[in-house]
């Protein structure tokens, strides 16, 4: 239904509110009401055309539904990449890594500091954050 809505509460709201307008003003509303759906419909249409006039043959081969935001759930989305299996390096991609390994230059060592001895553990503060 439309947000959610059955038809019988759309019944008791409409109930309501005509105990709350009365009966002397509840055709002017009723008819604004007709009116102001009206428009609506009549936009909704209009925008219709234009979509359709600006993309030309390609408004009939959009899959509409794929576009709908209600899809995308953040927990399905999540799930699906974590479950998803990693790319199984091909032959060629591995000699190509261990060609780039065996021809790339070592590390330099560590600088020393000249504030601390040789093999003395530096300082560490377990309150830091």
């Known amino acids: 239904m439309f947000f959610g809505l059955t038809i019988e509460k759309l019944l008791l ?3 309501i509110a005509a105990l709350i307008v009365g009966p002397e003003r509840l055709p002017r509303y009723a ?3 007709a009116g102001f759906t009206r428009r609506a419909r009549d936009w909704v249409s209009s925008a219709r055309t234009r979509v359709r006039d ?3 043959e390609e408004f009939d081969d959009v899959d509409w539904r794929t576009l709908d ?3 995308y759930d953040p927990r399905r989305i999540i799930r699906e990449a ?3 299996d990693a790319p199984v390096p091909t032959v060629r ?3 190509a890594g261990a060609a780039v390994a065996s021809t790339a230059t070592p590390p330099p060592p560590p600088v020393r500091s000249p504030f601390r001895a040789a093999g003395e553990v530096p300082p560490h503060d ?3 954050t």
Do not use: T, V
Request: glycine share 10%.
């Open 93 to 95: 991609a591995a000699q």
């Open 54 to 56: 600006e993309m030309g």
């Open 126 to 128: 377990l309150e830091a």
């Open 82 to 84: 974590l479950l998803d």
């Open 31 to 33: 008819e604004a009401l």
């Open 69 to 71: 935001p209600r899809q």
């Open 13 to 15: 709201i409409g109930l």
